[in-house]
């Protein structure tokens, strides 16, 4: 098993595959600000952490050019990314095949350049190829016979702004978060990120005017926020931190893509919102291109 699926590459699609469960267990939140979410479900973790937290920053320490690099993750993964994908959709009404989606497919573009430029990660002909490939498949599993709506309104030039500036925070934060796991345990990175980040949310509740959204979520909506933070928040990123650590970021950022993928079959699956058959090809080729791509990984060992 090891020889055909590694065991980072693995930890890295099973974190992908519960953020396809994300939108799931969120639907209930959409009644209240994105910040507040953002804050919220960071909060969750952060004090599930905290004991952990505490123990191992006596042991482990933080230098300061580790607290700033953690900053930039927390600041551009953790809040600024999904305020900006958050906004995007606003502005085209949530619309499933408009181009805010299609923008957003630039995220591994982003990644594997910060990874490049920062982790010094080298790009093999092979890797370009399957990488290329799945992109692609990526593109024609979100994209109904890849059909993209450009007549979203007088909000479409806005939403791709906002989505491009989504792609370049997740993106580029893949980078990012490698370079702090070089040296430092996956958990203690994780709880570390969830914790300034819940910082930063608060920060920006205020920055933003939704300081009287602390009050406005119910009992039903704060056990999300705790669901959210035991799978596919706080647990999903531990689970990525760790696989990431374990291979280079531009194979994480494609084996990233079974998210897209997974999440489209649970639309299909729990709304009825039935796929085209170019996106079952174009589904069991991401499939497989994820598949080369983690072989590519287990030989650069």
């Known amino acids: 098993m090891r020889k055909v699926f590694s065991y980072g590459p693995l930890l890295i699609v099973i974190a992908a595959s519960l953020w396809a469960l994300d939108g799931i267990i969120r639907r209930s939140l959409y ?136 792609a370049f925070a997740w993106g580029s934060s893949t980078a990012f978060s490698k370079l702090a796991l070089i040296k430092r345990p996956s958990i203690y990175i994780t709880s570390l990120r969830f914790f300034l980040t819940s910082i930063l949310a608060l920060g920006m509740v205020f920055i933003l005017g939704q300081s009287k959204s602390f009050s406005t979520p119910t009992i039903s909506q704060f056990g999300r926020f705790l669901l959210i933070a035991v799978s596919t ?38 709304y009825k919102s039935f796929l085209a058959p170019s996106q079952y090809i174009a589904g069991a080729i991401l499939l497989f291109g994820i598949y080369r791509i983690s072989q590519i990984q287990s030989s650069l060992k």
Do not use: C
């Open 233 to 270: 928040g706080m647990v999903s990123v531990a689970i990525y931190y760790r696989g990431l650590k374990k291979v280079q970021a531009n194979v994480s950022t494609i084996l990233e893509l079974v998210y897209p993928l997974l999440a489209v079959f649970i639309d299909a699956t729990l």
């Open 31 to 166: 009644s209240l600000p994105s910040i507040t979410i953002v804050f919220y479900e960071h909060l969750f973790g952060a004090f599930i952490l905290l004991p952990y937290l505490i123990i191992t920053f006596k042991k482990e320490g933080l230098t300061r050019k580790e607290f700033f690099l953690l900053l930039f993750i927390a600041m551009f993964s953790g809040v600024l990314g999904t305020l900006w994908f958050t906004t995007a959709l606003l502005k085209t009404s949530f619309i499933s095949f408009s181009v805010v989606y299609l923008i957003q497919k630039l995220q591994p573009i982003f990644a594997i350049s910060a990874a490049a430029i920062v982790l010094k990660e080298k790009i093999t002909k092979s890797y370009i190829k399957w990488a290329v490939i799945a992109l692609v498949a990526a593109y024609f599993v979100t994209f109904k016979n890849g059909y993209i709506n450009f007549s979203t309104g007088t909000g479409t030039i806005i939403a791709a702004l906002y989505a491009l500036g989504a």
